[in-house]
């Protein structure tokens, strides 16, 4: 028998201590929070990506009657990029969310799926895409997907 452990890399920064780059980023993911439409979890998710030409997209979480049918912020932001942008890397993603006390303290770590789809954004640019994790109390950073998903599954597996 054999034991294994994950060790996750990330670095707490006080907001006023990030790049003008990247406080851009987290400023345009708090801005986005207010495109939410979350009118059944009243959680307001905004995200924004900063692609290699310093284009900046951004979106959010999007619901719907039907919950399944709905998406979060960072896979509207990540497919919205994809779709406009087909060739540009992305080289970060930040994350903001606001419920009804304004924008939460700690920050929201994205869900299973949404870190899914940054790994494969990721695997396909061939370049580690950071990520910025905003709440009012600091910003959590990961210089790659890696560091937040595990026992990655890409498609090397589906390889011949
Ligand atoms: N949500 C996101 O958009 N991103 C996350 O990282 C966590 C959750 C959304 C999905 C749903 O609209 C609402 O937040 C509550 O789960």
Avoid at 62 to 68: C, D, K, L
Avoid at 77 to 104: C, E, K, S
């Amino acid at each position: 028998m054999k034991e294994f452990t994950h060790v996750c890399h990330y670095t707490l920064y006080p907001f006023d201590e990030l790049s003008d780059a990247d406080r851009a980023l987290v400023l345009a993911a708090q801005e986005a929070t207010q495109r939410s439409y979350a009118p059944y979890s009243h959680f307001h998710v905004g995200a924004a990506a900063r692609l290699d030409d310093g284009t900046v997209v951004t979106g959010s979480n999007q619901e719907n009657a039907a919950f399944p049918s709905g998406l979060c912020a960072e896979r509207t932001t990540l497919f919205y990029a994809g779709a406009q942008y087909p060739d540009r890397a992305v080289d970060a993603l930040a994350i903001a969310a606001a419920d009804a006390n304004g924008l939460t303290p700690t920050p929201t770590p994205p869900c299973g799926a949404c870190r899914q789809v940054m790994l494969e954004t990721e695997t396909r640019s061939r370049r580690p895409m950071r990520i910025l994790l905003y709440g009012t109390q600091g910003v959590y950073v990961f210089e790659s997907v890696s560091q937040i998903l595990p026992l990655t599954f890409d498609g090397s597996f589906l390889k011949e």
